[in-house]
């Protein structure tokens, strides 16, 4: 192979440029805009089911390995599989509240799209995800459906979560605003399914095994918590909630949406993000 051939098949492997990841993410914002309200209903009902999934997975395999392998170990395996429910998220293209900061926010920068979609939008995906998380947790927290000790488990989570103060559950919301709008950003520069299977289960595991404080993660897991005996009260859910909704928020928009979309303008060649 010449000179000229390798360096064409290296430019070929080349990741996207950031205005050219900036562009696609604008494409999808507008098209998760534009979607009317039955099909938001769906899938951000559908985006709760998978994120109970993924709980189901952590705390069953939680309780499997905590007695031969001690807490730490266990939680870290209940973590891997907790990132199933970011691969059913984004491969199945659910809606996460926390999936819409930077992808809609991008589109608006056209100029073509009204502020009261994104507002509708905000709006109707945590409650959705919410209302189809807890059916799902009232069902498999039934006695006798999941495995023995998954329940305790999900105590233990709970309560840990609930022990936080105000400061640590926000800063930790920051954190996780922002890591889970930077796995958006990957995933909207990957092209293949491989690699937007690999960059969500990565997403998914991170936010776990920091026990990070996602708006709706978080709020399912103390309420499945709460089913199985947990010491944490419906006050205590809401609070939680509202804290960890604004630290996602500024996690998402400030630390992320604003130096992804700078680091776009600013990308090679004065080729930036246009708005055509």
């Not at 507008?30 to 952590?58: K, M």
Request: hydrophobic residues 50%; glycine residues 14%.
């Amino acid at each position: 192979m010449s000179a000229g051939e390798d360096r064409e098949v290296s430019d070929g492997d080349k990741p996207p440029e950031p205005h050219e990841i900036f562009q696609r993410t604008r494409e999808e914002g507008t098209r998760r805009l534009e979607r009317s309200p039955l099909e938001l209903t769906s899938t951000s009902l559908v985006a709760g089911f998978d994120v109970v999934f993924g709980i189901i997975a952590l705390a069953t395999i939680t309780a499997a390995l905590t007695p031969r392998f001690g807490e730490e170990a266990a939680h870290f395996a209940g973590a891997l599989g907790f990132g199933i429910a970011f691969i059913f998220i984004v491969v199945g293209r659910s809606e996460l509240f926390t999936e819409n900061f930077l992808v809609p926010v991008t589109a608006l920068r056209s100029g073509k799209i009204s502020k009261l979609l994104l507002a509708r939008l905000w709006l109707i995906s945590p409650l959705f995800n919410l209302v189809g998380g807890i059916t799902l947790v009232l069902i498999v927290s039934v006695q006798g459906v999941l495995p023995e000790g998954s329940g305790e488990a999900m105590v233990t989570i709970a309560e840990k979560v609930d022990d936080n103060g105000v400061l640590t559950a926000f800063c930790s919301a920051v954190v996780a605003g922002a890591l889970i709008t930077v796995m958006t950003w990957i995933v909207e520069g990957v092209g293949s399914i491989g690699g937007r299977i690999v960059c969500a289960w990565i997403g998914g595991f991170l936010l776990t095994i920091g026990a990070f404080n996602h708006v709706i993660v978080v709020t399912l897991e103390l309420i499945y918590g709460m089913r199985y005996g947990a010491d944490v009260g419906g006050l205590d859910v809401a609070q939680n909630f509202a804290v960890a909704a604004a630290g996602n928020m500024v996690g998402g928009l400030l630390f992320v949406t604003l130096t992804r979309t700078g680091q776009a303008i600013g990308s090679s060649d004065g080729d930036g993000p246009t708005d055509d």
